[in-house]
């Protein structure tokens, strides 16, 4: 009994009693308000689960008690089922233990809702018989991101209130839908005033009481399945329509399974279906993968030597040298997030031409119904050039993005040390230099990061935070909290020739162009990385991105494939051919041209080309990199494994159903990653030689999670 913090904590002469450690039962007037507390995000955990279970069957059982209100404390309504728990042996009471115990309840039940009610947090509410939410709330079931489906009824429930093809739409996208939107779903019943969310759904429950409103069973209400039933091609539909997102993923065909089954089969039946098929994704590896990327993500924001409690730098002004591709995209991050912003520039020219592209970005954003005209203006608002250096003075943080030559940066280094106000941070957006060289033209190393954005910067989701030498914990800090605000997943790593992304990267391009050397076709070795999840092959992301990039004509003497086809003017998709040959939908097709090219290449070697198998193209291609991920584990500049996973995942678009190269590398096995190595180091060099780290962890029986 904890009575003495019950007056504090609640109104009145309520007296509480605490079921268990995470739930506790106050009776006011004639409501029950059961209070679960259970930090961080009040999942439903097995104390959880059981807390619920006996705070309702005690509820149910006062007699004083004419109506009852579920409410948490904390950041959040119940955030869904204890990811952590999955897997393991279930105990205590069961979540449709809970849930029959809510929604037979002779009493009505009302849900109050703040923060967010996610997958089986709504599927709890859901069983409430009325639902009362702030307007900062947010409701979803987005068991999908963790390669699952909606495990406690919601897959029945949801269609049954808000319809199949708006079912469809949140359980595939598994986006969270504001209170406002969810009230005119039907989702939610009343909206509370902010900060009167208790009072609101006490007054609301009475309120049942007194008007002895229905107790609603969503379960029952078939109106809306019923008009769905005539209406079957939704489904087709749905799938056609969807199929270039979900290729790859079991998730959101399942997901379309159950709400099909809820239009065409009874409540029990459907729910029956939602069951076994997620009982099939909950013990299969794409969910494992997915699961393992929620947490991954989680733990690369948290840097072993740089506590929760570093000072923070303030970050008001921004400044970006460069209004070229990646510095206007940089600066759409930070004006996107309400951060003034300067961009500095050389010439007039180029900074108009910047200035208009953001603008021109931001358009098309608009006419897609992504902004409003006034967020336009607003965001441009707060973005101004300059062709002096001196303008940024006044700025936090400055990050440069102009060419990548050491000389260049060096040059502007040593102008920022000058101009910038002390304690500003002073970043780079190198892809490659060592920011420990660019670092020492300072007399403040500590305050020189590298922040490594991916093109399209205002798009890409991935920042490689880069320390250096002596980069201060403050500035390390900041600047995590800040990849945060402008919506960016940050992982810290070190100084290494390209980084994490770009140093594994580099393998798998190596060994592409190398394949194509010995027989395979450039759409032979992109069909693989495709099948295997990848969004493009490295040959067809090259015609993307324009094969002339980083190419001089006039250096150029047809020693390379990509020379030759520069030089035949087959540059990439805008000129309609590279390595492909594209229509004018720009439809890529395998090229002739190019296979003569390649076949004349490897004439000239005097090899004979070999027919390589899908097999040798994915381990080619994906062993190297695992091997380099554990170099860079070994030499200390990725904090865990997971962290290069997380850059893969939102970098370089690894299909996330597949956990990133070490997660993958544990599937397959570190002992069959290091025996093909040796293979091939055998046959073809030292390329393939195996990093001290993989051939470790194999000698003592490890994974890469264990490390
Ligand atoms: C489900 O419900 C299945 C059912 O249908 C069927 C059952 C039969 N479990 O993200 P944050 C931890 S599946 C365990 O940094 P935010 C998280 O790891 C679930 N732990 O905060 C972190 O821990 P740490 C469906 C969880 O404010 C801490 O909480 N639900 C869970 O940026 C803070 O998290 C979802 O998929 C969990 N379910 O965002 C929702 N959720 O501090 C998943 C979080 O040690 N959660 N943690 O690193 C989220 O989307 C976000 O966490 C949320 C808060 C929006 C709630």
Redesign the pocket.
């Known amino acids: 009994m904890r009575e003495a913090a019950c007056k504090d904590i609640y109104r009145g002469t309520a007296i509480m009693t605490a079921i268990n450690e995470v739930t506790d039962l106050t009776v006011e007037g004639d409501v029950a308000v059961i209070t679960l507390n259970s930090p961080?995000?009040n999942?439903?955990s097995a104390k959880v689960r059981q807390g619920l279970y006996d705070g309702f069957k005690a509820a149910g059982a006062d007699a004083a008690a004419k109506a009852i209100v579920l409410i948490c404390d904390g950041?959040?309504f119940i955030?869904?089922?204890?990811?952590?728990e999955f897997g393991g042996a279930m105990k205590g009471a069961s979540?449709p233990e809970v849930q029959d115990m809510m929604e037979n309840s002779p009493k009505p039940v009302v849900a109050a809702i703040h923060g967010?009610a996610?997958?089986?947090?709504l599927?709890v509410a859901l069983c409430a018989h009325y639902r009362v939410a702030v307007p900062s709330a947010k409701v979803g079931?987005?068991?999908v991101?963790?390669g699952?489906l909606?495990?406690?009824g919601?897959t029945q429930r949801l269609p049954r209130i808000v319809g199949a093809q708006k079912a469809l739409e949140m359980m595939t996208s598994g986006q969270h839908v504001p209170a406002k939107a969810a009230l005119a779903m039907g989702l939610v019943d009343e909206l509370a005033e902010e900060g009167k969310l208790r009072e609101t759904a006490i007054a609301f429950a009475k309120k049942c009481v007194a008007e002895n409103k229905p107790l609603v069973k969503v379960r029952d209400n078939n109106t809306k399945v019923e008009a769905d039933r005539a209406n079957p091609d939704i489904f087709a539909n749905f799938r056609k329509a969807n199929a270039r997102k979900f290729r790859g993923f079991l998730a959101p065909e399942y997901n379309i399974r159950c709400v099909e089954a809820a239009v065409n089969l009874p409540f029990d039946e459907g729910l029956a279906v939602e069951r076994k098929l997620?009982m099939e994704l909950m013990t299969g590896s794409q969910s494992a993968a997915q699961r393992y990327a929620?947490?991954a993500e989680?733990?690369a924001q948290k840097i072993p030597d740089v506590p929760d409690d570093t000072a923070l730098i303030p970050v008001n002004k921004v400044g970006v040298i460069g209004a070229g591709t990646m510095g206007g995209g940089i600066a759409m991050n930070f004006a996107n997030a309400g951060i003034a912003v300067t961009i500095v520039e050389v010439k007039q020219d180029a900074l108009e031409r910047g200035l208009s592209t953001i603008r021109k970005n931001y358009e098309r954003t608009a006419a897609r119904g992504g902004l409003t005209a006034e967020q336009v203006e607003e965001r441009m608002g707060l973005i101004s050039g300059s062709l002096d250096m001196n303008d940024l003075a006044d700025k936090d943080l400055v990050i440069e993005a102009v060419f990548e030559r050491m000389d260049i940066k060096k040059d502007i280094f040593t102008k920022l040390d000058a101009i910038c106000k002390a304690g500003a941070i002073l970043a780079t957006n190198t892809s490659a230099l060592n920011i420990d060289e660019i670092a020492s033209v300072t007399k403040r190393p500590e305050a020189v990061i590298g922040l490594h954005f991916f093109s399209p910067a205002n798009v890409m989701k991935l920042l490689e935070i880069v320390r250096a030498d002596h980069t201060s914990k403050e500035v390390i800090a900041t600047s995590m909290k800040l990849a945060k605000k402008i919506g960016k997943v940050a992982v810290l790593v070190g100084v290494c020739p390209g980084f994490v992304g770009n140093r594994i990267l580099f393998q798998r391009q190596r060994e592409a162009q190398k394949l194509v050397l010995e027989g395979a076709m450039p759409w032979d070795v992109d069909r693989v990385l495709y099948d295997f999840g990848f969004p493009m092959g490295p040959f067809a992301m090259s015609d993307l991105a324009g094969l002339d990039i980083g190419w001089v004509k006039e250096k150029s003497n047809g020693e390379t494939i990509r020379d030759v086809l520069c030089e035949m003017d087959r540059r990439g998709q805008k000129t309609g051919a590279g390595y492909y040959d594209y229509d004018e939908n720009r439809n890529a097709k395998p090229s002739p041209v190019t296979e003569k090219i390649i076949n004349d290449f490897i004439v000239k070697s005097g090899r004979n080309p070999r027919k390589i198998s899908d097999e040798e193209i994915l381990e080619r291609c994906i062993y190297p990199m695992i091997n380099e991920g554990a170099k860079i584990l070994e030499e200390g500049k990725a904090i865990r494994a997971s962290d290069i996973d997380v850059v893969w995942e939102y970098g370089y678009g690894w299909p996330v159903y597949r956990g990133g190269p070490m997660w993958y590398g544990d599937q397959v096995g570190a002992a069959k990653v290091l025996e093909k190595m040796k293979e091939f180091q055998g046959a073809m060099g030292d390329d393939f030689k195996p990093s001290a780290l993989l051939e470790k962890i194999v000698a003592e029986g490890k994974t890469f999670a264990d490390l």
């Open positions: 961080p995000v999942a439903l950041r959040t955030a869904g089922a204890d990811i952590t979540l967010t996610l997958g089986g947090g599927e079931l987005p068991e991101n963790l699952l909606p495990g406690a919601g997620f929620f947490f989680r733990a």
